[in-house]
């Protein structure tokens, strides 16, 4: 069996850093990064990845549903496979490194592996689509590839009115042919995922490096106030502002979420008639709740109900409240968080001898490739916990403890594998 290459391959993370910047400059944006599912912009990064991936010694392919793949050249299609990977597409103005550092890590280890004798396949995924920026629903990409693709889906449209169907026929896809991209529990042991952390508790703990324990459970509602427009010179007890009302629900949103140690966002926002001497008739935002459970996500949510309730009642408000999305927690695969934590301690890093764990709220892969596959992740230390945003930044020596550690975990899992 190969023994991993500890001691932090600056060349390797330079390079990794080097193709950040070159899928960068693939945006639809002149002054930012924004690159979406089925856009040319995926296509450039899809044939860049392509061409990374073979030279790591991969034989690379585009699946069904446009999701850039490869698998080690040698590995015969009876073996299972180790996945690896991460996603390609980006929020609008995003930063250099959400998913694009899983998918450039490994590629590096699949390099590095090229070589090595392993007891089954190892493969790299770059998914399409993880942040659902252009058709609003998230983890396209891996939901294709575990199965759950749904075909309505295909209706699914953009901002210009352009039909996912219509835009995956445009990328070169047949529509018809997007279950094609799923994966079955029999070929896939397991799916690795290396990953920025999106919050401040690495670089806050002077670590490079953590093993992700599990994903947050997460509902997204749009909740509705209706009242009254009338002019501006209503009288006060006249009034049933709905902007009103809303403004209260979301204060009270956050504290109870705070209350719950829950996590709250309210990001959107909508008023009719959204002119200035009117009273708002009609006030609708959005909510994204998190926990890490999905009991405690739903307690939270009960409380939080109950103030929502209140307030219409006393200003006279109707309250309408609808789910548009839906999602358990997911919780990684003791193995796999065993292995990442050997692959961390092989790094000798500080404080690698007792590796940290952590829990994700931020959404990833990982949550749908668990359908078909145990899954893994290891958070990488992010500047200032940025992330979504132009200022993400991540360090060329923990990129490069990165590799060591996601090699080092496929060597362990190389080491404990028993064919069934």
């Not at 549903?65 to 103005?93: E, I, K």
């Not at 998918?103 to 007891?119: K, W």
Request: glycine share 10%; hydrophobic share 45%.
């Amino acid at each position: 069996m190969a023994e991993p290459r500890i001691g932090g391959d600056m060349t390797a993370a330079e390079r990794v850093l080097d193709r950040a910047d070159e899928l960068a400059s693939h945006s639809d944006l002149p002054d930012g990064i924004e690159r979406v599912y089925l856009s040319p912009q995926h296509r450039a990064a899809n044939d860049l990845a392509a061409r990374w991936m073979r030279e790591a010694g991969l034989v690379a392919w585009e699946d069904a549903a446009g999701n850039q793949c490869g698998r080690r050249a040698g590995a015969g299609d009876q073996l299972p496979a180790v996945l690896l990977g991460s996603h390609l597409d980006t929020v609008p103005g995003a930063g250099r490194y959400d998913g694009i550092l899983g998918v450039l890590v490994a590629i590096e280890v699949a390099a590095r592996l090229r070589d090595a004798e392993l007891p089954f396949a190892l493969e790299v995924v770059a998914f399409g689509d993880e942040e659902g920026t252009r058709f609003g629903t998230t983890l396209l990409g891996s939901r294709a590839l575990a199965g759950t693709w749904q075909p309505e889906w295909g209706g699914l449209t953009d901002a210009d009115g352009i039909r996912l169907a219509d835009a995956a026929t445009a990328f070169g896809l047949d529509p018809a042919r997007f279950g094609d991209a799923a994966r079955t529990p029999e070929e896939l042991l397991a799916y690795l995922e290396v990953h920025i952390e999106q919050g401040p508790r690495l670089e806050d703990a002077d670590r490079a490096l953590g093993v992700v324990t599990a994903i947050a459970a997460a509902e997204r509602r749009v909740i509705t106030y209706t009242g009254e427009s009338r002019h501006c010179a209503t009288p006060w007890d006249l009034r049933h502002d709905a902007l009103l009302g809303a403004s209260e629900a979301i204060l009270a949103i956050e504290r109870v979420a705070r209350a719950h140690g829950s996590y709250a966002t309210v990001g959107r926002i909508h008023v009719e008639p959204d002119a200035v001497n009117v009273i708002p008739g009609v006030a609708a935002f959005s909510l994204d709740l998190r926990d890490e459970t999905a009991t405690g996500r739903d307690s939270t949510w009960e409380r939080i109900l109950h103030e929502l309730e209140a307030i219409a009642v006393q200003r006279g408000l109707d309250l309408d409240v609808s789910s548009t999305h839906l999602a358990p927690e997911v919780v990684c695969a003791p193995e796999l968080r065993a292995a990442f934590a050997s692959g961390i301690a092989a790094t000798n890093d500080r404080g690698s001898d007792e590796p940290m764990e952590l829990f994700s709220v931020a959404g990833h892969d990982a949550m749908a490739v668990a359908a078909v596959a145990p899954v893994g992740m290891l958070f990488v230390r992010c500047r200032g916990g940025i992330s979504h945003h132009a200022d993400e930044s991540v360090r060329a020596d923990d990129v490069a403890l990165a590799i060591d550690a996601l090699e080092a975990a496929v060597l362990q899992l190389a080491a404990e594998y028993q064919p069934s």
